[in-house]
Antibody, heavy 117, light 112 residues
Framework: QVQLQQSGTELVKPASSVKISCKASGYTFTSNYMHWIRQQPGNGLEWIGWIYPGNGNTKYNQKFDGKATLTADKSSSTAYMQLSSLTSEDSAVYFC??????????WGQGVMVTVSS | DVVMTQTPVSLPVSLGGQASISCRSSQSLVHSNGNTYLHWYLQKPGQSPQLLIYRVSNRFSGVPDRFSGSGSGTDFTLKISRVEPEDLGDYYCLQSTHFPLTFGSGTKLEIK
């Protein structure tokens, strides 16, 4: 069965960076796009971007250009998102989600990132 | 960006009753390939969103037939019949026809 296991809660300082992971299992990692989605406290969902692990191609929501960097390691079937120059605005839950035919069919459990000094 | 306007914001329903959620887009969601990429998700408290309906009207595996989706162009609806306690949570529509992908602002389904 398809599973996306994300890394644990992060407490980070302003102006720093954080890298969160999403380990995929139960399917061929290189055959599906992996997307990242942000949910700020009490708010809705925002799409950050996708990576295609098969060739490393990426596409970002312009809003997150320079903020998020997506990578993937085929050997471990793990997708990563690095967030840089963190501010309190980046405090949120971050989800990874697999897509098939333009929709997200499986989601990770989410990673809470808190930016605080 | 395509703006997805979801109504109502809050929807009190009685158990066993029917609920209807509207999602309107600021431009047509018909892709150049002829498909319409409008999908519906339910986020239960403390959980990640789960797929209910994909491409307007197709129920995802394991989703009860109490859930149905309809619509075209810019106007879409999710209907839930015979509401059960497990249906409570936040419902979101998602368009993936245009970049960037955008979600509706959500509808909270709660018990009346």
């Amino acid at each position: 069965q398809v599973q996306l296991q994300q890394s644990g809660t992060e407490l980070v300082k302003p102006a720093s960076s954080v890298k969160i992971s999403c380990k995929a299992s139960g399917y061929t990692f290189t055959s599906n796009y992996m997307h990242w989605i942000r949910q700020q406290p009490g708010n809705g969902l925002e799409w950050i971007g996708w990576i295609y692990p098969g060739n490393g191609n990426t596409k970002y929501n312009q809003k997150f250009d320079g903020k998020a960097t997506l990578t993937a390691d085929k050997s471990s079937s793990t997708a990563y998102m690095q967030l840089s120059s963190l501010t309190s605005e980046d405090s949120a839950v971050y989800f990874c989600a697999r897509s098939v035919s333009y929709y997200f069919d499986y989601w990770g459990q989410g990673v809470m990132v808190t930016v605080s000094s | 960006d395509v703006v997805m306007t979801q109504t109502p914001v809050s929807l009190p329903v009685s158990l066993g009753g029917q609920a209807s959620i509207s999602c309107r887009s600021s431009q047509s969601l018909v892709h150049s390939n002829g498909n319409t990429y409008l999908h519906w998700y339910l986020q239960k408290p403390g959980q990640s969103p789960q797929l209910l309906i994909y491409r307007v009207s197709n129920r995802f595996s394991g989703v009860p037939d109490r859930f149905s989706g309809s619509g075209s162009g810019t106007d879409f609806t999710l209907k839930i019949s015979r509401v059960e306690p497990e249906d409570l949570g936040d419902y979101y529509c998602l368009q993936s026809t245009h970049f960037p992908l955008t979600f509706g602002s959500g509808t909270k389904l709660e018990i009346k």
